[in-house]
C-alpha cells in the first residue's frame, strides 16, 4: 500500500444540514455532487459526505448499531486489479474483510476491511479519479 489516505467519507444523516454547513458554514467549495454523496477538495484529500446508512451497507455492515463507527477511509488505486492485491494484503496481515471487492454501478471496483482495532477502510479503483 501507498502512503497515501485519498478520501475521508463521513456517514452523515441529513445531507442538506451537512451540506450547508461544510460549504456555506466552513467555506469548503464542493466539487460534485451525485445522489446521496458530496465531495469536497482538500489540499491533497478529499472530503466526502455520504448518508450513512448507506455507507455502512456499502462497507458490509447491516445496520449503523453492528459496530460501523460512521467514517471510512479511503485509498484508492491506480487499476483494478490492486484493489483485490492490496485487501489481501490487508487480510494477511490480519484485517477483516467486510465487503469483498466488486464491480459499482457508477463504474468502480471497492472493497472494504477493517484493522485490527475496526477502522473501516476503503479500497477503491475509480475510473473517474486519477491518481498522481
Given at each position: 500500500m501507498e502512503p497515501r489516505i485519498t478520501l475521508?467519507?463521513?456517514g452523515i444523516d441529513d445531507l442538506?444540514?451537512?451540506?450547508?454547513?461544510?460549504?456555506?458554514?466552513?467555506?469548503?467549495p464542493t466539487e460534485g455532487i451525485t445522489g446521496d454523496v458530496v465531495f469536497f477538495k482538500l489540499q491533497g484529500a478529499w472530503l466526502?459526505?455520504?448518508?450513512n446508512a448507506s455507507l455502512a451497507r456499502d462497507a458490509?455492515?447491516?445496520?449503523?448499531?453492528?459496530?460501523?463507527?460512521?467514517?471510512?477511509?479511503?485509498h484508492n488505486v491506480r487499476t483494478r486489479d490492486e484493489v483485490d492485491i492490496l485487501l489481501d494484503q490487508a487480510?494477511?496481515?490480519?484485517?477483516?474483510?467486510?465487503?469483498?471487492a466488486?464491480?459499482?454501478?457508477?463504474?468502480?471496483y471497492v472493497g472494504y476491511f477493517t484493522d485490527p482495532d475496526g477502522h473501516?477502510?476503503?479500497?477503491?479503483?475509480?475510473?473517474?479519479?486519477?491518481?498522481e
Open positions: 475521508l467519507t463521513l442538506e444540514r451537512s451540506l450547508v454547513f461544510y460549504r456555506d458554514g466552513l467555506g469548503l466526502c459526505l455520504y448518508a458490509g455492515f447491516e445496520s449503523i448499531a453492528e459496530g460501523f463507527a460512521g467514517f471510512s477511509i479511503a487480510q494477511q496481515a490480519g484485517a477483516t474483510i467486510t465487503s469483498p466488486k464491480e459499482l454501478h457508477w463504474g468502480g473501516v477502510w476503503e479500497i477503491a479503483w475509480n475510473p473517474q479519479f486519477w491518481i
